[in-house]
């Protein structure tokens, strides 16, 4: 099988104020299929625009990009929407839900775009929904739920197409520690049960060491964790 992700020399630089800033100087990384690695680093040190990378959400990026098999390197935006619908999914530190659709509309929503029959999506909105809790809540809209079920529903609409990878930045850095720990957790065990890989980004180490591994951004570059240890920040 492929790996997930195989990034080489991947490098990023923004002009800030006339000066250039290379945030990125080369960083290499593969994530095998089912595997969960934290993104640790702290703010400012380029995990999100790595996310960026890796999501095809941008251009922009030197060095080589593949993702599933595919070099995604030098494509166009077209055709980085159209493999980010194939295989990734997306949670974000604040929910980015559609605001006058219903909770389960919103997991519904990106299986309907891949063209899947809507009894599909319903049945399959409706199973991930009432996995992480949210049976009473599917007909809400996203400004009637707690902060907490707003990431959940944001966590479901990533997994409604089993993507083989599923990108989160800081998913619960938005959420007071106890129901980030069990958001995360739920997060966790759904992306496990389904097979899919992930890469988390976060700051917070003690989220990082329920995952299977951790690389961390220093200085542009990625240092691999070792097994059972994590290196003071
Ligand atoms: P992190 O997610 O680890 O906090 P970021 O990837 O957001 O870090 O940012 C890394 C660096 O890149 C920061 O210095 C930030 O200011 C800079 N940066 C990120 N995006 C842009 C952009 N679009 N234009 C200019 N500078 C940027
Ligand atoms: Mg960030």
């Known amino acids: 099988m492929n790996d997930?992700?195989?990034?080489?020399?991947?490098?990023?630089?923004?002009?800030?104020?006339?000066?250039?800033?290379?945030?990125?100087?080369?960083?290499?990384?593969?994530?095998?299929?089912?595997?969960i690695v934290a993104l640790l680093g702290p703010s400012?040190?380029?995990?999100?625009?790595?996310?960026?990378?890796?999501?095809?959400?941008?251009?922009?990026?030197?060095?080589?990009?593949?993702?599933?098999?595919?070099?995604?390197?030098?494509?166009?935006?077209?055709?980085?929407?159209?493999?980010?619908?194939?295989?990734?999914?997306?949670?974000?530190?604040f929910h980015h839900l559609l605001p006058d659709f219903s909770a389960l509309e919103n997991v519904v929503l990106p299986q309907l775009v891949r063209g899947t029959d809507r009894s599909e999506c319903d049945k399959r909105a409706r199973e991930l929904l009432v996995a992480l809790g949210l049976e009473h809540r599917l007909d809400h809209r996203p400004s009637q739920l707690s902060g907490g079920e707003q990431q959940r529903v944001a966590v479901a609409r990533a997994l409604a197409n089993r993507p083989e990878l599923v990108l989160a930045d800081e998913p619960t850095g938005n959420l007071d520690e106890a129901t980030a720990d069990r958001v995360l957790a739920q997060f966790l065990e759904l992306v496990r049960g389904q097979g899919s890989a992930a890469l988390?980004?976060?700051?917070?180490?003690?989220?990082?060491?329920?995952?299977?591994?951790?690389?961390?951004?220093?200085?542009?570059?990625?240092e691999e964790g070792s097994v059972g240890g994590f290196p003071p920040m």
């Open 44 to 93: 400012g040190s380029g995990k999100s625009t790595l996310l960026q990378a890796v999501g095809l959400l941008e251009g922009g990026f030197g060095g080589q990009i593949v993702i599933a098999g595919k070099d995604a390197s030098n494509i166009d935006a077209a055709q980085r929407t159209t493999m980010r619908r194939e295989h990734l999914g997306f949670v974000y530190q």
């Open 4 to 35: 997930v992700v195989r990034l080489s020399g991947l490098t990023r630089s923004f002009e800030q104020g006339g000066v250039r800033i290379d945030v990125l100087r080369g960083v290499d990384l593969t994530i095998r299929p089912g595997e």
């Open 200 to 222: 988390v980004a976060t700051h917070n180490e003690r989220l990082a060491m329920r995952m299977d591994r951790f690389v961390r951004l220093h200085d542009g570059v990625l």
